[in-house]
């Protein structure tokens, strides 16, 4: 009944805003959130975005049609994205030659998990391994479309900060087999919330085994672009996954959950695909796949929102905005890194630097949610409990003070 509901934890993330917001320390820092901020801490429009918003702007045909999109979204994104994401970046346009994508543009990357969920649990499996940390939010997306719980594979060994390499393959090869396939969750680069990666020979150690298990890979996406600074050059974990010599065949396909919030800066807008690659050309099985992710999103909202999707199309599709588009990513990660580098600088600490393992947008301080609470409470500095530092929320007005503030703290 009504009065029954009990009241849900605040969101392990968004919600913390809410409790900056209202602190009157007039030093307070939000490293909170994922959401790239430039030196200034403003959260600003990439040029290439701006210039593709303009081109919308004054085309009348782009601007005028305010109708529906299609289920699955608009066809020209698809055509778009999917070359952006099968020719350029992973080296595979025989894919789309052979129709074997079953693709749909989706409300960005937490849309695509989502519907990844709900269709494995509604008609493969309801297993899913994830990695342990994770983006606090998968756990919930998958418990909330079908998977009555979720395993925890070993990822981050907080003791030393590095992989916990051995102890993940091994939890996997120890899983009991139920019955069913069972899928995986990884993050294809810029792990969030650790910042932590495996080398490109942990990967290959590690799809060998998620592989020879027969494991469906379900791969997060969020931060193309963030770990090098160049976009094709890291989707190197989906070039991995579809390189046939070592993988011939997917028994379960591949799923790949994409989003252009960070990397184009279209955070508000909603904008990512969900791409299942299938295990072979066969246009029956994508049309009865395309016809069930039809009937899920229709369930849950319909179709998805226009005006992003014309945004990343323009660009998408007008080589000069590509092309500045490359620059806007690669700035965002230079900026990221000098970030580091000043940080790196007053503190010391190693892992801050480590640019063969540590990327991304975040830092993780391995700080206990005691040394958090005492960020917030003294310092008047946010980080998530976990003890993740969103370092896009940095700058030379607020390093010294937030370096002391860690400093003083990790000795707690
Ligand atoms: C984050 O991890 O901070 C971002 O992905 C934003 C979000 O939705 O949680």
Redesign the pocket.
């Known amino acids: 009944l009504v009065e029954k509901v009990p009241l849900a934890p605040a ?1 392990k ?2 919600g913390l805003t809410a409790f900056y917001n209202r602190d009157p320390n007039p030093k307070k820092i939000n490293l ?4 790239y901020q430039d030196a200034w801490g403003k959260v600003t429009t990439f040029p290439s975005v701006a210039k593709s918003q303009k081109l919308i702007d004054n085309d009348l045909l782009l601007n005028k049609n305010l109708s529906y999109l299609p289920i699955t979204g608009c066809k020209d994104f698809e055509t778009n994205v999917m070359n952006f994401l099968f020719k350029e970046s992973m080296h595979h346009p025989e894919l789309i030659e052979q129709d074997r994508i079953s693709f749909i543009q989706t409300l960005s ?2 849309g695509a998990v989502a519907i990844a969920a709900s269709f494995l649990s509604t008609f493969i499996t309801n297993e899913i391994s994830v990695p342990n940390y994770s ?3 998968h756990t919930n997306i998958f418990t909330k479309n079908g998977f009555p719980s979720v395993d925890y594979y070993p990822y981050y060994d907080r003791k030393t900060g590095q992989i916990d390499f051995q102890n993940w393959i091994n939890h996997l090869k120890n899983l009991p087999f139920l019955g069913k396939p069972r899928g995986i969750l990884l993050h294809a680069s810029c792990h ?2 650790t910042g932590l990666d495996p080398t490109r020979q942990q990967w290959e150690k590690i799809i060998d085994t998620i592989y020879e298990l027969k494991m469906i890979p379900v791969i997060d996406m ?1 931060y193309q672009g963030l770990e090098t600074g160049n976009l094709i050059e890291d989707a190197h974990l989906l070039r991995l996954c579809l390189n046939t010599d070592k993988y011939p065949h997917w028994n379960n396909g591949i799923f790949l959950c994409q989003s252009f ?2 990397n184009m800066g279209l955070y508000g807008e909603r904008v990512g695909s969900l791409s299942i690659v299938l295990p072979e050309a066969d246009s029956q099985l994508k049309e009865r796949v395309n016809s069930q992710l039809k009937r899920i999103v229709r369930g849950i909202y319909s179709s998805p929102p226009g005006y992003g999707s014309r945004i990343a199309n323009v660009l998408l599709s007008t080589p000069n905005l590509k092309k500045q588009w490359f620059k806007d990513v690669k700035s965002m990660v230079e900026r990221l890194q000098s970030v580091r580098l000043a940080m790196f600088e007053r503190l010391n600490w190693p892992d801050l630097i480590n640019k063969e393992s540590n990327h991304g947008m975040f830092y993780f301080t391995r700080f206990s949610e005691g040394q958090v609470n005492e960020l917030r409470t003294k310092y008047g500095i946010y980080l ?1 409990l976990d003890g993740r530092l ?1 370092l896009s929320g940095v700058n030379n007005y607020n390093v010294d003070y937030l370096c002391e503030a860690l400093q003083n703290v990790s000795k707690l």
Do not use: Q
């Open positions: 969101d993330i968004l909170t959130v994922g959401v990357g937490t983006w606090a939010n969030n919330p969020a919030a960070k998530t969103s």
